[in-house]
């Protein structure tokens, strides 16, 4: 369960289970964030670089999706090196 609402500022609660490969087609949302006002060029270029402001065009369309529930943690392991299902994954 994500710490969000209630869960706020308590104790951690374990997480659901689950058996075999989980199956993570999609990102989890990015934190909450302002995110700079970059619809009037002109203005923007004033207080940000042009590098910075062609950045932000490109990351914007990824930022929309914000959420509380955001600190998350992909994994990417080989599947077809031996001896990688020995490999302990421990995060903590």
């Known amino acids: 369960m994500p710490p969000v609402g ?3 500022f308590m104790p951690p609660v ?3 289970l689950w058996q075999g490969v989980r199956l993570a087609e999609h ?3 990015v934190c909450p964030q302002r995110l700079p006002d970059v619809a009037n ?3 923007a270029r004033e ?3 042009r590098g910075r402001l062609d950045t ?3 990351l914007l369309p990824h930022l929309q999706h914000q959420d509380e529930d955001c600190l998350y943690l992909n994994i990417y392991a080989p599947s077809q090196v031996p001896g990688w299902k020995d490999l302990d994954m ?3």
């Open 6 to 8: 209630s869960l706020r």
């Open 14 to 16: 374990s997480g659901a």
């Open 27 to 29: 990102f989890a949302p």
């Open 41 to 43: 060029e002109t203005a």
């Open 47 to 49: 207080r940000m670089p």
């Open 56 to 58: 932000l065009r490109r």
């Open 90 to 92: 421990n995060c903590s």
